[in-house]
T-cell receptor
Framework: NAGVMQNPRHLVRRRGQEARLRCSPMKGHSHVYWYRQLPEEGLKFMVYLQKENIIDESGMPKERFSAEFPKEGPSILRIQQVVRGDSAAYFC?????????????FGPGTRLTVL | AQKVTQAQTEISVVEKEDVTLDCVYETRDTTYYLFWYKQPPSGELVFLIRRNSFDEQNEISGRYSWNFQKSTSSFNFTITASQVVDSAVYFCALSEMANDYKLSFGAGTTVTVRA
């Protein structure tokens, strides 16, 4: 039973380029969450998606960041025109349903480095 | 305001010593869940335990044990007879009824177990 998959594991971009991070949830999970971990900090919630819907993007920067979870395929976190401050580990989590009683299982993360 | 506080930034112990990680949380909800996750040097986030606010029974799983005390809003984690493989960053997290899918993470405690 495969866990949450994220790729790439490491991504290097130059300032101004675009970064695309992919997340495939666990089998049977239709709820996806993205978190960001800045160096030396805990994870911070960014966005919550269900298939084809963004439920809550309150933790996502208003500009340059977008997320989607299409009907087919993985969830994508897209960062346009990356800046050095975007360097962080981005974690995706999934759960079978959404709510207080559900545990979120995390993927291995994508470590983004902006040069 | 910080919802989850892990006051210990780093703990270093010698193998076979016990180590206790503190976690203090803040919430106005009467229904909430607390979590511990482990992040080993490889970087992935591993789920360890989930505890709901109505269950104050302590839990033991192998060398791991958890002490939940609502009176002090604490959910401490003890590793007994630590091993080098326990070296990791440990995160405490909270989910509340008000924002049930958002996990609020503490800053993490880095545990180093020396042989």
């Amino acid at each position: 039973n495969a866990g949450v998959m994220q790729n790439p594991r490491h991504l290097v971009r130059r300032r101004g380029q675009e970064a695309r991070l992919r997340c495939s949830p666990m089998k049977g999970h239709s709820h996806v969450y993205w978190y960001r971990q800045l160096p030396e900090e805990g994870l911070k919630f960014m966005v919550y998606l269900q298939k084809e819907n963004i439920i809550d993007e309150s933790g996502m920067p208003k500009e340059r960041f977008s997320a989607e979870f299409p009907k087919e395929g993985p969830s994508i976190l897209r960062i346009q025109q990356v800046v050095r401050g975007d360097s962080a580990a981005y974690f995706c989590a999934s759960s079978p349903t959404s709510g207080l009683t559900d545990t979120q299982y995390f993927g291995p993360g994508t470590r983004l480095t902006v040069l | 305001a910080q919802k989850v506080t892990q006051a210990q930034t780093e703990i270093s112990v010698v193998e076979k010593e016990d180590v206790t990680l503190d976690c203090v949380y803040e919430t106005r909800d009467t229904t909430y869940y607390l979590f511990w996750y482990k992040q080993p040097p490889s970087g992935e986030l591993v789920f360890l335990i989930r505890r709901n606010s109505f269950d104050e029974q302590n839990e033991i799983s192998g060398r791991y044990s958890w002490n939940f005390q609502k009176s002090t809003s604490s959910f401490n984690f003890t590793i007994t007879a630590s091993q080098v493989v326990d070296s990791a960053v440990y995160f405490c997290a909270l989910s509340e009824m008000a924002n049930d899918y958002k996990l609020s993470f503490g800053a993490g405690t880095t545990v180093t177990v020396r042989a």
